[in-house]
């Protein structure tokens, strides 16, 4: 059984990882400024907050998901990427994303530059078989996005990860949670 914890064990450096956990300890133990402080940037996208007064108003009434917290983390450290449900075209995202990771091909591009990419989440949606086809190009280079879908604060937010072939088996064969499906 894979869970976000190990997941993060897998891809995070032994000094990231650590943080990770320093991170989640602060908001286990209810410090929550010390845990926005430190986090501003990931619960602003995570909860469309503006400040650490709407993140404490947060706190009275619910938890934050550790899953979708532990995903944006590792996007944050750029081992993937977060897309909304209903972007009109993510290629702009993939291509730069890919582009930072330096991956690049003939093949790639001319995929890339074909059709938008919508994650629409109804009849134009074409993002499943968009990131199929584009794990089929990637497989050359030995990795794959692995994706998974969160519908904890927002309907269709994808979690993109970059991970290797070898990897991308493993999270197939024992993914568990039980807020983010794998896309496949």
Avoid at 90 to 112: M, N, W
Avoid at 128 to 157: K, M, P
Avoid at 159 to 184: G, H, P, R
Wanted: charged fraction near 30%.
């Amino acid at each position: 059984m894979m869970t976000i914890q190990e997941l993060t064990r897998l891809i995070l450096t032994p000094e990231e990882e650590n943080d990770l956990q320093h991170t989640l300890r602060l908001l286990e133990n209810q410090e929550y400024e010390a845990f926005y402080q430190a986090n501003e940037e990931i619960l602003c996208n995570i909860l469309f907050l503006r400040n650490l007064d709407e993140f404490l108003d947060f706190t009275e009434e619910e938890d934050l998901d550790v899953e979708c917290f532990c995903f944006a983390y590792l996007c944050e450290k750029e081992y993937g990427i977060s897309l909304g449900g209903y972007e009109e075209d993510v290629r702009p995202a993939l291509t730069s994303f890919l582009g930072e990771k330096g991956i690049h091909s003939p093949e790639l591009q001319a995929f890339l530059d074909k059709e938008r990419i919508y994650t629409e989440c109804d009849d134009i949606d074409n993002f499943r078989s968009s990131v199929a086809a584009l794990n089929q190009i990637l497989n050359t280079s030995g990795v794959r996005f692995v994706v998974f879908e969160d519908e904890v604060y927002c309907d269709c937010e994808y979690s993109m990860l970059l991970v290797k072939e070898d990897l991308y088996a493993e999270i197939l064969q024992s993914w568990e949670s039980d807020n983010f499906n794998l896309c496949t």
